[in-house]
Nanobody, 127 residues
Framework: QVQLVESGGGLVQAGGSLRLSCAAS????????MGWFRQAPGKEREFAAA????????IYGDSVKGRFTISRDNAKNTVYLQMSSLKPEDTVVYYC????????????????????WGQGAQVTVSS
């Protein structure tokens, strides 16, 4: 059974940086897409970034492009989201997600494209 556990959330000042981690277990993830989404209260879950575990290819949502970087450590089965130049509007809960790609080369951008989810990590950016 796939388990995803996020860590690294917390409080940071505007303009600062924070790194989220997502430890994955229960499967061999070599043919998986790993995604980061974020969600504010009362709003839809928003795509932040995704990475292919096999080749490291990545994509980003418009709201985080140029500020956030997704990466993975195959040896640790962990995916990271390095967040820089943080803004108060980045104050939301961040979720890690995983999806088996099969033969697809396309990384999903929609939350409906992911079957497995972590419990979420709160990030708060103070102004």
């Amino acid at each position: 059974q796939v388990q995803l556990v996020e860590s690294g959330g917390g409080l940071v000042q505007a303009g600062g940086s924070l790194r989220l981690s997502c430890a994955a277990s229960g499967r061999t993830f070599s043919n998986y897409a790993m995604g980061w989404f974020r969600q504010a209260p009362g709003k839809e879950r928003e795509f932040a970034a995704a990475i292919s575990w096999s080749d490291g290819g990545s994509i980003y949502g418009d709201s985080v492009k140029g500020r956030f970087t997704i990466s993975r450590d195959n040896a640790k089965n962990t995916v990271y989201l390095q967040m820089s130049s943080l803004k108060p509007e980045d104050t939301v809960v961040y979720y890690c997600a995983a999806q088996w790609l099969g033969g697809s080369l396309t990384l999903p951008r929609s939350p409906r494209g992911y079957a497995y989810w972590g419990q979420g990590a709160q990030v708060t950016v103070s102004s």
